[in-house]
């Protein structure tokens, strides 16, 4: 009588089936009574309310049963913050699993999953990893004001760089200004400490306009020339080229999603000849379908500065000179300008 659920629940797999933001593990089975009992996980209440509807628009007179399907995303679940100047996301439950991303101070997540110190965790971009939970806390960080403008900066006990260093601050990181002496500035970070206030770029104060806004990712972006490459890296101990964009765009106050096939979804569609702060992308051929692998910013034309593998770290390249780059090119998109002619 339920032949058709089989194939419902491999067209809601194929629709939820990103597991960097999705979670869709649904199974059935016919009870004594003859009705569909569901097992499984799902991200939350809509994508179980969608699935109901649909098992009913094809059963209507069905009795189902989906008690036993979990929604991860629900009122119990802990909000945490991270604690420490910076951790990591993992694809499993350790550190030796492939990290996906990082997470500065202060950011938060909701935890859907705990095994022994690993928590499974949305962040509030919906981005899902595996993090070390003694690295978070429950306690919110103060209201932020400012971000931390320049790649690394020392963290200092005193108003002075000949003082004990308490730890160290990144480009991204959102702090909360609590006092300015002459060229300095008391913050609070993972630590309370000082930093010279030109290392602070003021929330309320980030660029408005789209052209101000490239001047700044432009900037930012050189400012982190010659930072390692590193895979799932967000931050200059080593970054990786979505990362990168990221980084830079959020310092202008322009939010991107965390992986480049992501960032290309979320822009508008842009073709050569590219301007400044356009993302270019760069592929290869999978199942017959384009699949992006690398971005970097345009400097205009063909010119653009990215986190390259090949040249492991922040650099400038030459689509068409570099054969691989010119090869893989695939498109571009921005999150800046008006539709162009």
């Not at 806390?137 to 003082?163: G, M, N, R, W, Y």
């Not at 390692?228 to 964009?245: E, H, K, M």
């Not at 590219?274 to 692998?293: H, K, M, W």
Request: glycine share 8%.
């Amino acid at each position: 009588m339920y032949d058709q659920l089989p194939e419902l629940l491999k067209e809601f797999s194929r629709q939820f089936s990103d597991s960097r933001e999705h979670i869709f593990d649904v199974t059935f089975e016919i009870a004594d009574d003859g009705q569909p009992v569901f097992h499984g996980r799902v991200m939350d209440i809509q994508v179980q309310q969608a699935l109901e509807a649909a098992v009913y628009g094809v059963y209507p007179a069905a009795k189902a049963d989906f008690s036993g399907v979990q929604i991860l995303c629900n009122a119990s679940n802990r909000h945490l913050y991270v604690s420490t100047n910076l951790t990591s996301l993992h694809a499993g439950t350790s550190f030796l699993k492939e990290m996906v991303s990082q997470m500065l101070y202060g950011a938060q997540m909701e935890v859907l999953a705990e095994e022994g110190n690993w928590g499974f965790v949305r962040q509030a971009d919906g981005y899902l990893g595996w993090t070390y939970l003694p690295y978070l806390t429950a306690t919110p960080p103060l209201e932020t004001t400012h971000l931390v403008c320049i790649p690394v900066q020392p963290l200092f006990v005193k108003a002075s760089s000949d003082s004990e260093r308490l730890t160290r601050v990144m480009a991204g990181m959102s702090v909360t200004l609590l006092e300015v002496a002459g060229d300095w500035a008391l913050i609070q970070a993972n630590e309370r400490g000082w930093v010279p206030f030109k290392t602070l770029r003021a929330i309320d104060a980030l660029p408005k306009s789209n052209e101000e806004r490239c001047k700044t990712i432009l900037s930012d972006a050189f400012k982190m020339t010659g930072t390692p490459y590193l895979w799932g890296g967000c931050t200059a101990n080593g970054i990786d080229c979505s990362g990168l964009a990221q980084l830079t765009h959020r310092l202008a106050g322009v939010a991107l999603r965390r992986d480049a096939d992501m960032q290309y979804a979320g822009g508008r569609k842009v073709e050569a000849p590219f301007r400044p702060c356009d993302l270019v992308f760069f592929g290869d051929q999978e199942d017959g379908e384009q699949r992006i692998t690398h971005v970097g910013i345009s400097l205009g034309g063909w010119e653009m500065i990215h986190s390259s593998r090949s040249r492991n770290g922040v650099y400038t390249d030459d689509i068409q000179a570099v054969p691989h780059l010119r090869d893989s090119f695939l498109f571009g998109c921005t999150y800046l300008d008006e539709p162009r002619e």
